[in-house]
């Protein structure tokens, strides 16, 4: 009976905390993605992008080799003050519908830069969904559209 315990255990531990396997029909179209060029001295920016999944999905988290931590963060007023957080259980993203993270709202944030992001260059994002595969994306180093400003950011 102690044979049988050992292994069983094994089995039953290793099942434990496994990412499920992304869905090959689940996927995510991704545009407008740009990244604030850093003003001198700081290491940290706002990158912004425009998501569109194909599949009830969410936006677990997200990564870049450039910084030394990336998250999604959402921004509110409470108390008539701006607070700043990251989305702990990332960002829903209801099939069909276009979720924008934009300057003032949702927004990706990259900290602790390793050098000074500068406009026109380009920085490399992967994004990590519940459901559809990773991505990784090109952002431009730009200033964001604004809000009814569609004008290119070049």
């Known amino acids: 009976m102690k044979h049988l315990i050992l292994p069983t255990l094994v089995l039953a531990l290793a099942g434990c905390g496994q990412a499920p396997e992304p ?39 997200i990564s870049a080799p450039q910084a030394g931590m990336a998250q999604v963060h959402e921004m509110k007023i409470e108390d008539n003050v701006m607070k700043m957080a990251e989305l702990k259980d990332g ?14 709202g949702n927004h990706m944030m ?27 994306i090109r952002a431009l180093v730009a200033q964001p559209a604004v809000d009814g400003d569609h004008a290119s950011p070049h």
Not at 31 to 59: E, I, M
Not at 96 to 101: C, F, I, P, R, Y
Not at 115 to 134: C, D, K, M, R, Y
Request: glycine share 8%; charged share 15%.
């Open 23 to 61: 869905d090959a029909q689940a996927t995510v179209s991704i545009t407008d993605a740009t990244c604030r060029p850093t003003p001198n001295g700081l290491d940290v920016t706002g990158c912004y992008v425009t998501l569109t999944a194909s599949h009830d999905d969410r936006l677990v988290s």
């Open 91 to 104: 960002l829903a993203l209801p099939a069909g519908e276009a979720v924008s993270l934009s300057p003032g």
């Open 110 to 136: 990259l900290m602790g830069l390793k050098q000074p992001l500068v406009a026109g260059e380009q920085v490399s994002i992967t994004l990590n969904f519940e459901h559809a595969q990773p991505m990784g």
